[in-house]
């Protein structure tokens, strides 16, 4: 990976507002959510605005891979970061932003995406109800698993290794 990154000069600009990937996220008790995040591209830093997913904070702490306290992490670095209003989804897109107003009109967008995602998916669910009768039936060749998990990108590894399977 490292001598492919240096034959295509694969460089980020630490210069520029911090994007990047939640890789997972939990509810902790004491500090509240905690999202575990790589940075991409830019540089994050303490008091920074970000939105990531459909929630959006500040900052207010950032530990290292070794759990120390950080100021600022730049490109392809993963840091746990506390200030969010939720619990983020595990690859949800995470973005700096520079105000409220901007914050805002990011996560509309993000939450109306996702509603209509949800309305265009919901259309052909199979209910518990009458799951039997289109299994005999033959209507339904598959049952879809409902998987649960502490962490979410432990529940992102089970179910890609579940989709790998090849069983009736």
């Known amino acids: 990976l490292a001598l492919q990154a240096e034959l295509l000069e694969l460089k980020a600009n630490p210069n520029k507002p911090a994007k990047g990937h ?25 008091g920074d605005l970000v939105v990531a997913g459909e929630y959006v904070g500040k900052i207010r702490a950032m530990l ?6 950080i100021s600022e992490a730049g490109p392809s670095t993963p ?21 409220e107003k901007a914050a805002k009109a990011l996560v509309e967008h993000r939450h109306d ?12 669910r199979v209910s518990l109800e009458n799951i039997l009768d289109k299994i005999k039936s033959g209507d339904v060749k598959e049952v879809k698993v409902v998987l649960k998990a502490d962490v979410q990108g432990s529940i992102e ?12």
């Open 113 to 124: 995406a996702r509603r209509k995602k949800e309305l265009a998916g919901s259309a052909n």
């Open 79 to 99: 840091v746990e970061v506390l200030g969010l209003d939720g619990v983020p989804d595990a690859g949800e897109v995470f973005n700096v932003v520079e105000d």
């Open 157 to 168: 590894a089970i179910a890609n290794a579940l989709t790998k399977l090849s069983t009736n």
């Open 22 to 46: 939640v890789i997972e996220a939990r509810l902790d008790r004491a500090r509240g959510p905690i999202s575990t995040i790589l940075v991409e591209d830019g540089t994050l830093k303490l």
């Open 64 to 69: 290292g891979d070794k759990g120390q306290s």
